[in-house]
């Protein structure tokens, strides 16, 4: 069974670029209209920065082979049932004749602040999808539903602030030696690696780009695990598997 990747390459660099430059408009919006949230937040609530992302995963999915999938990418179709709470609203769905096929979020970070947004990013993306394998197991999305794809892309910024040393306190037990003067987006790393070792996730993308990607798109992998390329092809696969059923 060959897979096509769509191009994904070409596709992921005009996402970055589209991102950095979705950024820059509305926050030059927001301070022409003398409405500016605080900090770099009005870049955020402006609208969806990672769009081009969800485009080249709809083109994956027409390109495996399942060309009567549902694609759901507005807010109202979005939910789906939770286990400890009722609902979760997920970033992308792919429904296809009533059965969930994956559900992908898409995440960013933006200095100069990681601290704490890195911790509520961990534990966002950790409860979540512990929500949807419980959920799953106790028969939410259907009896003998088949195991669906879960996805979550992260893109960061390349920066001092995130690629310096970050140490670490241990008043009481030792951490775990892997986060011992890693930067944050090794931070990241080191996070979606066991996202998926440990089975939470299908699999994990991490990005890192730098704010001039505007211009060129450009952005690194951390790992061969984490890398886009690894989760362009899981992803492709899973749909080629569901198209071949």
């Known amino acids: 069974m060959s897979l096509d990747l769509a191009n994904y390459k070409a596709h992921a660099q005009e996402a970055v670029k589209l991102f950095w430059g979705n950024r820059e408009a509305a926050l030059s919006k927001q301070a022409e209209a003398g409405t500016q949230d605080a900090g770099a937040r009005g870049a955020v609530t402006a609208g969806k920065n990672l769009d081009g992302f969800v485009g080249m995963v709809q ?6 082979g399942l060309w009567d999938a549902e694609i759901c990418v507005k807010k109202k179709v979005l939910v789906l049932p939770g286990f400890y709470r009722p609902t979760k609203e997920w970033d992308m769905l792919i429904m296809h004749r009533g059965q969930l096929i994956a559900a992908l979020e898409f995440k960013s970070q933006v200095g100069p602040s990681f601290g704490n947004n890195f911790n509520n990013r961990s534990e966002e993306v950790m409860g979540s999808a512990h929500d949807l394998w419980t959920a799953y197991r106790e ?4 009896k003998d539903a088949a195991r669906p794809f879960l996805g979550w ?5 390349e920066c001092e602030a995130s690629t310096v040393p970050v140490s670490v306190k241990e008043p009481h ?7 011992r ?3 944050y987006i090794e931070r990241y790393d080191i996070l979606c690696k066991r996202l998926v070792q440990e089975g939470l996730y299908t699999s994990t993308a991490l ?10 798109g450009r952005h690194t992998s951390m790992s061969d695990l984490t890398s886009l390329k690894t989760f362009v092809t899981e992803f492709a696969g899973h749909i080629a598997a569901v198209a071949a059923r």
């Open 59 to 64: 083109l994956l999915v027409e390109a495996n």
């Open 139 to 142: 028969g939410a999305f259907g």
């Open 153 to 157: 892309l992260m893109l960061v910024e």
């Open 173 to 179: 037990f030792r951490v775990d030696p892997v986060f």
């Open 181 to 183: 003067g890693a930067s």
């Open 207 to 216: 990005m890192a780009s730098p704010r001039e990607a505007v211009d060129d």
